[in-house]
């Protein structure tokens, strides 16, 4: 038995790191709209900036057509800015974390059986 669906009472909007996020009560019914397209479009959207060096989308004429894989590359603090608008924020050992952490996810992107959809470079 499939319920009916939930409007959401609130919304929360996220501020800069290390501040509080902002909490918007939504009392009338186009309010409980917005805020329910507010907080489950952020929960449907891609994180900001590109979180995955090791691998690109690739196109064709119908859209994304698979991934091109680049399991060599070197994650360093040139890539923070790409990776997160906000990595000047970071601190020096945030900055440091993330960038240890990539360097241990580019094993999981080494070459397997081929899949027509990847591409190794």
């Known amino acids: 038995m499939l319920s009916a669906s939930q409007l959401c009472i609130a ?4 501020h800069n790191p290390g501040e509080d996020p902002l909490t918007v009560q939504a009392m ?7 805020a329910t397209r ?6 449907m959207s891609p994180p900001p900036g590109k979180p995955l060096i090791y691998g690109t989308f690739y196109h ?23 990776y ?4 000047d924020m970071f601190d020096a050992h945030t900055k440091q974390r ?3 952490v990539h360097r241990g996810l580019k094993y999981l992107f080494q070459p397997v059986p081929t899949y027509s959809a990847l591409h190794w470079s």
Not at 28 to 34: L, V
Not at 38 to 43: C, F, I, K, L, S
Not at 84 to 87: D, E, R
């Open 11 to 14: 919304a929360t909007h996220p």
């Open 28 to 34: 009338t019914n186009p309010e409980q709209i917005q």
């Open 38 to 43: 507010d907080t489950y479009g952020r929960q």
């Open 60 to 82: 064709d004429a119908a859209g994304p057509a698979g991934v091109n894989m680049h399991p060599h590359r070197h994650f360093t603090e040139a890539h923070l800015p790409e």
């Open 84 to 87: 997160h608008p906000l990595s």
């Open 98 to 100: 993330v960038i240890h």
